[in-house]
């Protein structure tokens, strides 16, 4: 998901997997190590996001094939949701469904019209192993749901269909990350 502020953080930015990076699409394994490596790995996520000035960005997305993501996502009333979450599990969607603009810094310049929920929770654990629950509503739920699919091994071109579908797939085969051009 994409965002326009760039804070400091102490990270280093790694290169993005890309749509068709095969960990992409396989579930995730859950983090069982709590220690400075995950640290490291959180901060490496937000300044890898806040680089290529995304809203969320998921391990997977590294090329790290753990359970974590990061986020500063605001909800439709602007207010910003700053986070992480280690081994998160997606324990309520529901609401309205909209279908709305989304775009992935792993299908970078592209973005389809996406069904989600306006409210999601979201379980997990923060990078010291303290429990945690985060509820979302409007673009923040959005992108708690995008994150939580990346982990689960997909994206939201697995989520949109027909005709939207193939427009989109069309756009992919023609990138410039694709192409090489």
């Known amino acids: 998901m994409r965002n326009g502020s760039i804070p ?26 709590f220690g400075p490596e995950l640290a490291a790995l959180v901060e490496d996520l937000f300044a890898t996001m ?9 391990a997977n997305q590294i090329g790290v094939p753990l359970r974590v993501f990061v986020y500063d996502c ?3 009333e ?3 949701h700053l986070g992480h979450v280690v081994n998160p599990r997606l324990v309520e969607a529901d609401g ?5 603009p ?7 310049g592209l973005e389809a019209p996406t069904e989600r929920y306006d409210h999601a929770v979201v379980e997990g654990f923060t990078a010291t192993g303290e429990p945690l629950t985060i509820h979302g509503t409007g673009f923040f739920a ?3 749901q995008h994150e939580c699919d990346h982990v689960d091994g997909r994206t939201y071109a697995d989520r949109v269909e027909g005709r939207r579908h193939r427009r989109l797939m069309r756009q992919v085969a023609r990138a410039s990350w694709r192409t090489g051009g």
């Open 74 to 76: 605001p909800d439709d």
């Open 78 to 80: 602007e207010v910003r």
């Open 142 to 144: 959005r992108c708690l």
């Open 102 to 108: 989304e775009g992935c810094l792993s299908l970078p």
């Open 8 to 33: 400091g953080t102490h990270g280093r930015v790694r290169p993005l997997t890309l749509l068709g990076g095969p960990l992409l699409h396989e579930p995730c394994g859950a983090v069982s190590d």
């Open 96 to 100: 309205l469904v909209l279908r709305g």
């Open 50 to 58: 806040y680089a290529a000035e995304g809203v969320g960005l998921a």
